[in-house]
């Protein structure tokens, strides 16, 4: 089929925006380097400024909704004898993005662990190589997926939502996520895609892989018109800017479902709030998303079978408890609740009454209790 001069422009009009983020990015990591060569010139030892991620540089924005750090930094020098492996980790970590990002090609942090070793840059394991890629993070002020750093795939995507794919290879090469009954991994090639248009008004969130293939075969996507994602527990990183973006750019609101229990509320409060973790970064976030359940109180409403909570947990919630985003709502409310029932119960436990009972019932009741959250 002809494409039309309309849809030609918009094509190029994407395709600029795309060399214009690698072209900033590219220019950004240039003058890092420039900063050390000139010490290198000056005769100086070469270092960088790293905003410090200790717990008392962190601090909640009631503005921003969500965690950022303050205006602490360290300097990590290659003077400092105990600083200089770190220091060249790093060093070597800025030229790889730079290299991954001119060339568009994507690494898994797996692989940045064992491609180091090809420039004899040591790291004792990925954790260490994983916390040399935060730094580089926050001396950027920019996410690894820019530079072209993912993790592994884990969550899903499925709904009427047309996307253009912007990746080397497939650029203007459409598709839509309904396409496919299992839904589609949420991965770079989806990540940085154009999002073209949708007929849906809504975001489903999931915190588990079975209940979106429930909502997959009962057809939620239709019946509430919306766009389905599975986030596989803890929303990745990969997911939080899609559901970000679905919002922004789209203009859809998203509710997020959780198991009953502490860890799925704050499943929920990273998706609206971001963690301490990427206090750093500013894009991973959506505000205005609603927890809807399994919330505490619906444990008791809705009669629903249970497990103990255990040691953990209820030492999460007290945790949770000392966060200032717990303070008040319906987080504090539930979490509350969590601490006197001492039980919990997950998304599963609706089908005690039924296996389309969560569909049927419970869903279309929360779904219009967002409209006054």
């Known amino acids: 089929m002809k494409t039309s001069k309309k849809e030609q422009t918009k094509i190029k009009e994407r395709s600029r ?9 590219l220019e950004m990591l240039k003058s890092h380097g420039a900063t050390i060569y000139d010490d290198l010139d000056n005769g100086q030892f070469p270092k960088f400024s790293i905003p410090s991620r200790s717990v008392s540089n962190i601090v909640y924005d009631k503005k921003l909704r969500q965690y950022i750090l303050g205006t602490n930094a360290a300097v990590r020098s290659s003077r400092n004898s105990a600083q200089l492996r770190s220091f060249t980790q790093l060093m070597w970590l800025a030229f790889f993005a730079n290299r991954l990002t001119h060339e568009k090609k994507s690494s898994t942090l797996r692989d940045v662990y064992y491609s180091s070793q090809a420039f004899a840059i040591e790291f004792e394991d990925q954790s260490e190589s994983d916390n040399i890629i ?6 950027t002020s920019k996410p690894r997926e820019d530079f072209h750093i993912f993790p592994e795939e884990r969550s899903s995507i499925f709904g009427d939502l047309n996307i253009e794919y912007t990746i080397p290879g497939y650029e203007g090469k459409t598709m839509n996520l309904s396409n496919h009954p299992d839904g589609y ?5 989806l990540t940085t895609a154009e999002l073209v248009d949708t007929s849906a008004e809504i ?8 209940l979106f293939t ?4 009962e057809q939620i996507d239709k019946k509430f018109k919306s766009i389905i994602i599975n986030t596989g527990g803890q929303a990745p990183r990969s997911t939080r800017t899609l ?9 859809l609101p998203v509710i997020v479902l959780t198991d009953g ?17 990427a206090a750093h970064l500013r894009e991973l976030t959506v505000p205005d998303a609603k927890w809807v359940g399994v919330w505490a109180t619906d444990i008791e409403k809705y009669k629903l079978p249970t497990i103990p909570m255990t040691e953990s947990d209820i030492k999460r919630c007290y945790d949770l408890q000392k966060d200032p985003r717990y303070q008040d709502g319906i987080w504090k409310k539930e979490l509350d609740v969590f601490l006197r029932l001492k039980r919990k119960a997950e998304l599963e436990a609706f089908s005690k009454y039924g296996l389309t009972n969560i569909t049927d019932k419970y869903l279309p009741q929360k779904l219009e209790l967002a409209k006054s959250l």
């Open 17 to 25: 925006k795309a060399d214009e983020k690698q072209k900033n990015i």
């Open 134 to 139: 935060v730094d580089l993070e926050a001396v």
């Open 203 to 210: 975001v489903i969130a999931i915190e588990k892989g079975g």
């Open 185 to 189: 991994s949420i991965g770079p090639s």
């Open 214 to 217: 429930r909502f997959v075969e």
């Open 243 to 251: 559901l970000k973006r679905l919002h922004d750019e789209m203009g």
């Open 261 to 277: 229990d502490v860890y799925g509320e704050h499943i929920a409060m990273v998706i609206k709030s971001g963690s301490a973790n």
